[in-house]
Structures are given as structure tokens and as C-alpha cells.
């Protein structure tokens, strides 16, 4: 018992080290502190921080799953994790190339503007692609 919940532990410690690095890099992606323009109530920052960090969730979920259970599955889970933080932030520089102006700017905007959304389903698509990568 004791073994597993060593685990539980070392995998939730993985996952979290994943989302604050995933946090970490779409904060650098765009202007501003990221946290401070959330709890400022920005919408378009709190839509992509959110939708980032359930889609790397949802990446962690299917890395861990996937990899089997016990400690040597903790490497890989890594990896897969880092892969998907990776593959998120190439998702939204090649949407901010694809689309007019710089979508980092927008995402920073205080008032709501429709390209968070499309912002936001380019991160969970790129998670289901990485998800269905691993199955």
C-alpha cells in the first residue's frame, strides 16, 4: 500500500512539474505576467491559461494511462508531458502566424475578443492529437 501511494505521490509530482511548465511557457508567449492578468479578470488570459492547463491535464491523464502503472512508467509519463508542452506552444505560435495581427497581444486584451476561443481550440486540439498519439 505504502508503495503505491509512493506512486500516486511521484506521478501527481510529475503531472504538476508539467502544468507550471506549461503555465510558464505560454506566460512567456504572451505580454504581461499571465497570473496577474487572470486574477486582474482578463478573460481572453483566463480562457487560454485554462484551456492550457485542463488540455495538459488531459495529456497527463493519457501519458499515465498509457504507460502502465508503477515507477517505470514515470520517465515516460515525463516525456509525453514535455512533448505536449512543446506541442501546445508550437500550436499557438503557428496560429498567431496563420492569423492577422499578434494573437499574443489579443490574449493580453482586457476586453473578451473571439480569437481566445480560437486560441483555446488549438490548444485542446493539439492535446488530442498528442493523446491519440499515445494510444
Known amino acids: 500500500m505504502l508503495e503505491l501511494v509512493g506512486q500516486v505521490l511521484a506521478y ?3 503531472g ?15 505580454p504581461g505576467k499571465l497570473g496577474a492578468l487572470v486574477m486582474d479578470g ?10 492550457t492547463l485542463v488540455s495538459l491535464g488531459l495529456i497527463m491523464w ?3 494511462f498509457f504507460t502502465g502503472a508503477g515507477w517505470n ?7 509525453y508531458g514535455a512533448v505536449g508542452v512543446v506541442a501546445q ?7 498567431d502566424l496563420l492569423t492577422p ?5 489579443i490574449c493580453a486584451r482586457e476586453r473578451l475578443h473571439p480569437a481566445s476561443f480560437v ?9 488530442l492529437v498528442v493523446c491519440a498519439s499515445l494510444t
Open 12 to 14: 501527481s509530482g510529475i
Open 16 to 30: 504538476l512539474v508539467v502544468l507550471v511548465a506549461g503555465f510558464f511557457v505560454i506566460d512567456v508567449l504572451t
Open 42 to 51: 482578463n478573460p481572453n488570459a483566463a480562457i487560454l491559461t485554462a484551456t
Open 62 to 64: 493519457f501519458a499515465i
Open 73 to 79: 512508467g514515470l520517465d515516460d509519463a515525463l516525456v
Open 89 to 95: 506552444a508550437v500550436g499557438f505560435f503557428v496560429l
Open 101 to 105: 495581427g499578434k494573437l499574443n497581444v
Open 119 to 127: 486560441s483555446a481550440a488549438v490548444q485542446l486540439s493539439v492535446a
